[in-house]
């Protein structure tokens, strides 16, 4: 079956503690993205990935990392979270039309 | 990528057909309109897209007007299920990244 899948699904952290949101897609798509979620505010791009060791920043990329070492991985480092980094995050992959997302990663951290 | 417009939220009965429009007047000839849907803090799920002929599949049709600069999407016959924030996104099909802007989107209500 065709899928993004993300994980955790949940997950409450402190402040400052470093932090991984795996990604994988098995559709062979080389578009990557990671969007985060809040109340008000819509879906907002963080980083995307058009290929291999190819990244760049979407609207919100302060605090994050990404790296794309492979096609199918994409993860989401959060090096120092921070409070405000509280959201429901999306990972999707595209090939160059139809986007699919994740499931969804809530973040809490306190 | 240009910008759209729609409105914040619309209600439907079940059953009837739901149409939930979209204003993109600063449309490029390249892009494309997208349309994309959100279940109660799901992932967004693809419905359809389209560049200037209108469009239909198994989930819905898209009306996209002769200049372009407007869009409905069109629930045939809508149900329960179809309770959702439904995004109107315009982007060039193979833009480089899949830089995507989401806006605020339409919730609409499928009302029993």
């Known amino acids: 079956e065709a899928q993004v899948t993300q994980n955790p699904r949940y997950l409450i952290t402190v402040t400052g503690k470093k932090l991984t949101v795996t990604c994988s897609q098995n559709?062979?798509?080389?578009?990557m993205s990671w969007y985060r979620q809040d109340p008000g505010l819509g879906l907002r791009q963080i980083y995307y990935?058009?290929?291999?060791?190819?990244?760049d920043k979407g609207d919100v990329p302060e605090g994050y990392k990404v790296s794309r070492k492979e096609k199918r991985n994409f993860p989401l480092i959060l090096e120092s979270p921070s409070p405000n980094q509280t959201s429901l995050y999306f990972c999707?992959?595209?090939?160059?039309?139809?986007?699919?997302f994740g499931q969804g990663t809530r973040l809490t951290v306190v | 990528d240009a910008k759209t417009t729609q409105p914040t939220s619309m209600d439907c009965a079940e059953g009837r057909a739901a149409n939930l429009p979209c204003n993109h007047s600063?449309?490029?000839?390249?892009?494309?309109v997208y349309w994309y849907r959100q279940i109660h803090s799901q992932g967004p799920q693809y419905i359809i897209h389209?560049?200037?002929n209108n469009e239909t599949n198994e989930m819905a049709s898209l009306i996209i007007t002769e200049d372009r600069k407007s869009s409905t999407l069109i629930l045939p016959h809508a149900t329960l299920r179809d309770t959702a924030v439904y995004y109107c996104?315009?982007?060039?099909?193979?833009?480089?990244?899949?830089?995507?802007?989401f806006g605020a989107g339409t919730r609409l209500f499928v009302k029993a």
């Open positions: 559709m062979n798509h080389e578009y």
């Open positions: 999707a992959s595209s090939l160059d039309t139809e986007a699919f």
């Open positions: 996104i315009v982007r060039a099909s193979n833009t480089g990244g899949f830089k995507t802007i």
């Open positions: 990935s058009m290929n291999v060791e190819v990244t």
């Open positions: 600063t449309i490029s000839g390249n892009e494309y």
């Open positions: 389209g560049l200037k």
